[in-house]
């Protein structure tokens, strides 16, 4: 799988751009000792053209877990990202593993790293609404 992750970096260049921002061990101190309340957290990020993974730590019930958000773009230009999917795979933050799950989402949609294969939708965004 690492040279899966050296050909999709060789062809996106500054397209591919993996992040960690929490270790295995931090993420598994987390997750013993739960906090009651915590916001979704990202442990681990894998940006590829189009495509986005990210590894989050979320609150189910009282337990901690990690999974995957998987989100798009409707233009390649743009700065907004789209929720997708969030597979039930078992979460890791292996930038080899995370590529693996990404691949498969791409091949089963007939999504594509370097296309946007969404129709932009023009819209009016709804003014904010004063309280009281």
């Excluded at 916001?39 to 901690?64: H, P, Q, R, W, Y």
């Excluded at 089963?108 to 004063?130: A, H, V």
Aim: overall charge negative; proline content about 4%; aromatic content about 8%.
């Amino acid at each position: 799988m690492m040279n899966r992750v050296k050909e999709v970096k060789k062809a996106l260049g500054a397209e591919y751009v993996y992040q960690r921002f929490m270790t295995e061990r931090e993420v598994s101190r987390l997750r013993r000792q739960a906090p009651q309340h915590m916001d979704d957290t990202i442990a681990a990020s894998l940006t590829v053209g189009c495509m986005k993974i990210n590894a989050v730590l979320f609150l189910s019930d009282v337990t901690l877990r990690l999974g995957y958000d998987v989100y798009v773009k409707d233009s390649p230009g743009s700065s907004e990202w789209i929720c997708f999917d969030c597979p039930s795979d078992r979460a890791s933050l292996k930038e080899s593993d995370m590529l693996a799950v990404l691949d498969r989402i791409v091949a089963e949609n007939d999504l594509s790293y370097t296309e946007c294969c969404f129709e932009r939708l023009e819209g009016i965004m709804p003014p904010d609404k004063k309280i009281g």
